[in-house]
């Protein structure tokens, strides 16, 4: 089984603040998502990275891929009350579309 | 990306009785997957389910117990049957549609919360 584990589980910052959330494997995955999701609703499909090493920045949201292919890191700059949710990662496990979640980054911005 | 509906967005049971979740899907996908979540933790992956063929269980997940209908490519029903405390979570569909890449990218319904009493 290709587990992700996912740090902190929990984070409580002020507006304004950076954070980080970590995603790692000891197997190889071909790809990695990050999710977001708010209270009430399904989780959003923010990013997949695929290539090693790979950068990609959606507004304040920089996500990078390992160079292993192993983890990845999802790091958020000046964080706004918005950016609260929960925080998933994921990759997928087999050829039939199953997907395999870390724990989740339960992440607060405090204004 | 695609938009998914469910319901009922939420309701309250008695032990005992049976609850179905519809899943709606506004394209044709070929994968749907129902998954179970506690409040503020991850998803844990009950079922696949094809069209036109049976629903592929996990470990710990069967069918007499979540009996999984997928009648064409944009429905599917997820049925909560002989309820218990224990039962009550939050239950959600998602899709892999079938215009998407090979990165098994999942799309989200809003999700099903579930008390039962």
């Known amino acids: 089984t290709q587990l992700l584990e996912q740090s902190p589980q929990f984070l409580s910052i002020q507006e304004g603040e950076n954070l980080t959330v970590y995603c790692n494997s000891s197997?190889?995955?071909?790809?990695l998502q990050w999710y977001r999701q708010e209270p009430g609703e399904g989780p959003v499909l923010l990013v997949t990275?695929?290539?090693?090493?790979e950068v990609k920045k959606l507004k304040r949201l920089t996500f990078q891929f390992g160079d292993a292919r192993k983890d990845s890191s999802l790091h958020i700059t000046a964080a706004q009350p918005g950016d609260t949710g929960l925080y998933l990662c994921a990759g997928p496990t087999d050829s039939w579309g199953k997907l395999q979640f870390g724990a989740g980054t339960q992440v607060v911005v405090t204004p | 990306s695609a938009v998914i509906s469910q319901k009922p967005s939420r309701d309250i049971c008695q032990r005992g009785t049976s609850l179905t979740i519809q899943c709606q899907v506004d394209?044709?996908?070929?994968?749907m997957f129902w998954y179970r979540q506690q409040p503020g933790q991850s998803l844990t992956l009950i079922a696949t389910?094809?069209?036109?063929?049976?629903?592929?269980?996990e470990s710990g997940f069967v069918i007499d117990k979540f009996p999984i209908s997928r009648p064409n490519l944009t429905f599917s029903t997820l049925t909560v049957s002989n309820m218990s405390p224990e039962d009550s979570s939050i239950y959600l569909c998602s899709v892999e549609p079938v215009s998407r890449d090979t990165y098994n990218e999942q799309f989200f319904g809003p999700g099903t919360r579930l008390t039962v009493l």
């Open positions: 389910a094809n069209q036109g063929s049976e629903a592929t269980y």
């Open positions: 990275v695929v290539t090693g090493g």
């Open positions: 197997s190889v995955f071909s790809s």
């Open positions: 394209s044709q996908v070929t994968m």
